[in-house]
């Protein structure tokens, strides 16, 4: 039963253009998200989180949008980056952010 | 570095064996997580601790792995009578507060049981 499901295996982009990263759960107890991006043979790194009492939350390029009713969130990137191409996964917790339930992840790959 | 550290980065162990993967967390960081990545899968989420304390360790797969976190900051994740499914990236993060999420992930150890 996967909880947290990113139907996308994989995304390409132009440099410039934006990035859109979609991740879809269903449990509706889970109160907070996060993204992160990993390169290989490297640990996962924290992009940005949204809590459920918002529907956006921005950094920099990287912005998080929550849409609670569609049980669905979506990551940003603009303008893109060829130093952003990585696997992208979406996380989400109903305990404050602690035991994550991943999702399997897109492969970004910005071309230049 | 003043990053999370792991160690070893690669073990590779025979079916049957215990090994022993380590994780120094940041520095004055009070929650601390072990999550493994299968291949081709997501993160999956093993147990987390508060300090020293974990209060809860239902991610754990089976009997065979214990974790263990002494003086608030070194966790050693110990795998018993390894069989070849737990061959998988063993990922540990730390955070400075005890909610928020992981923040901070370690570069990992790749097991491989063979």
């Known amino acids: 039963d996967q909880q947290v499901k990113q139907n996308s295996p994989s995304l390409s982009v132009q440099e410039g253009r934006i990035s859109i990263l979609n991740c879809d759960y269903t449990n509706s107890m889970f109160d907070y998200f996060l993204w992160y991006k990993k390169y290989p043979a490297e640990g996962p790194t924290f992009l940005i989180s949204i809590s459920s009492i918002k529907d956006k939350n921005e950094d920099g390029r990287f912005t998080v949008f929550l849409n609670k009713s569609a049980k669905h969130l979506s990551l940003h990137i603009v303008p893109s980056q060829p130093g952003d191409s990585a696997v992208y996964f979406c996380?989400?917790?109903?305990?404050?952010?602690?035991?994550?339930?991943f999702g399997a992840g897109t492969i970004l790959r910005v071309k230049s | 570095g003043a990053g999370v550290s792991q160690s070893p980065s690669n073990k590779v162990t025979e079916k049957g064996k215990d090994v022993e993967l380590r994780c120094d967390p940041i520095s004055g960081h009070t929650a601390l997580y072990w999550y493994r990545q299968s291949l081709g899968q997501g993160l999956e989420f093993l147990i987390y601790?508060?300090?020293?304390?974990?209060?809860?360790k239902s991610g754990l797969p089976s009997d065979r792995f214990s974790a263990e976190r002494t003086g608030g900051s070194v966790s050693t994740l110990t795998i018993q009578r390894t069989q070849q499914e737990d061959s998988a990236v063993y990922l540990c993060?730390?955070?400075?507060?005890?909610?928020?999420?992981?923040?901070?992930f370690g570069p990992g150890t790749r097991l491989t049981v063979l």
């Open positions: 996380a989400a917790s109903a305990e404050y952010g602690n035991k994550l339930v």
């Open positions: 993060a730390s955070s400075p507060g005890i909610t928020g999420g992981a923040r901070f």
């Open positions: 601790f508060q300090g020293n304390s974990a209060p809860d």
